[in-house]
């Protein structure tokens, strides 16, 4: 049995942290990093252009499931409280972590099919749509961490990234990176969210799933920048 969490500042900023990391917001954190550090891989499109499609990740991917998952709540258990909004009940992350992935995939057709997006970002929307339905299956028979998943998919993310595009400065990238994943997933061992095998799992499985959908797209698609 798990034991209580004494409600201390310690509490309560693992509390914030967890909110601010929570995986919804985990694909703005990805595309407003290449925003600002990496913006080449944005290519063709404008500055402007770049901001705004940041601007619609935010929206699309944060701020719409959020408000799904609210109702939802409201509709099924009648409250929405911190257990019910980190989804620390594992029966409580099945259907949402289904329907956020369906709706993440139809989201990457749909931006790239009508919106045209580059196939790099395409393949990032991917990645994050494939990380959530695992995490929906997964989740049918062990809780398994999503912000290890989320944090451990970023990371990878940037490595490869680094590698294709050497970019100096993707070095703090890859650092900060390493150091919220640290802070955040420290954050849900002392709430009690999760045991350690949960979250290292996690974050290994988040690295293989982007390790796959990168090499798939530049192996396989024979894909190249236009720089």
């Given at each position: 049995?798990?034991?209580h969490t004494?409600k201390?500042?310690?509490?309560?900023?693992a509390?914030?942290?967890?909110?601010?990391?929570?995986?919804?917001?985990?694909?703005?954190?990805?595309?407003?990093?290449f925003?600002?550090?990496?913006?080449m891989?944005f290519?063709?499109?404008?500055?402007?252009a770049?901001?705004?499609?940041?601007?619609?990740?935010?929206i699309?991917?944060?701020?719409?499931?959020?408000?799904?998952l609210?109702?939802?709540l409201?509709l099924?258990?009648?409250?929405?409280?911190?257990r019910?909004?980190?989804?620390d009940?594992n029966?409580?992350?099945?259907?949402?972590?289904?329907?956020?992935?369906?709706?993440?995939?139809?989201?990457?057709?749909?931006?790239?099919?009508?919106?045209?997006?580059?196939?790099?970002?395409?393949?990032?929307?991917?990645?994050?749509?494939?990380?959530?339905l695992?995490?929906?299956?997964?989740?049918?028979?062990?809780?398994?961490s999503?912000?290890?998943?989320?944090?451990?998919?970023?990371?990878?993310?940037?490595?490869?990234?680094?590698?294709?595009i050497?970019?100096?400065?993707?070095?703090?990238?890859i650092?900060?990176?390493?150091?919220i994943?640290g802070?955040?997933l420290?954050?849900?061992?002392y709430?009690?969210?999760?045991t350690?095998?949960?979250?290292?799992?996690?974050?290994?499985?988040?690295?293989?799933?982007?390790s796959?959908g990168l090499?798939?797209?530049?192996?396989n698609?024979n894909?190249?920048?236009?720089?």
């Amino acid at each position: 049995m798990k034991h209580h969490t004494q409600k201390n500042s310690w509490y309560y900023f693992a509390l914030i942290i967890s909110y601010l990391l929570h995986p919804v917001f985990v694909p703005t954190y990805i595309f407003a990093v290449f925003y600002y550090f990496g913006n080449m891989v944005f290519n063709p499109y404008s500055i402007p252009a770049q901001l705004y499609v940041v601007g619609m990740i935010l929206i699309t991917t944060a701020i719409i499931p959020l408000i799904m998952l609210g109702i939802n709540l409201l509709l099924l258990r009648k409250k929405i409280g911190n257990r019910e909004l980190l989804m620390d009940s594992n029966k409580d992350r099945i259907v949402p972590f289904f329907y956020v992935g369906i709706y993440y995939c139809a989201l990457s057709y749909m931006f790239y099919t009508y919106l045209h997006f580059p196939l790099l970002l395409t393949c990032l929307m991917m990645i994050i749509s494939i990380s959530v339905l695992m995490t929906a299956f997964i989740s049918i028979f062990w809780k398994i961490s999503a912000h290890a998943i989320a944090l451990g998919a970023s990371l990878m993310i940037f490595i490869l990234i680094y590698t294709i595009i050497p970019n100096p400065d993707f070095i703090y990238v890859i650092t900060g990176t390493l150091l919220i994943s640290g802070i955040t997933l420290s954050s849900r061992l002392y709430l009690n969210g999760h045991t350690p095998g949960q979250v290292y799992a996690g974050y290994v499985l988040g690295m293989l799933i982007s390790s796959i959908g990168l090499y798939f797209l530049v192996f396989n698609l024979n894909f190249s920048f236009n720089l």
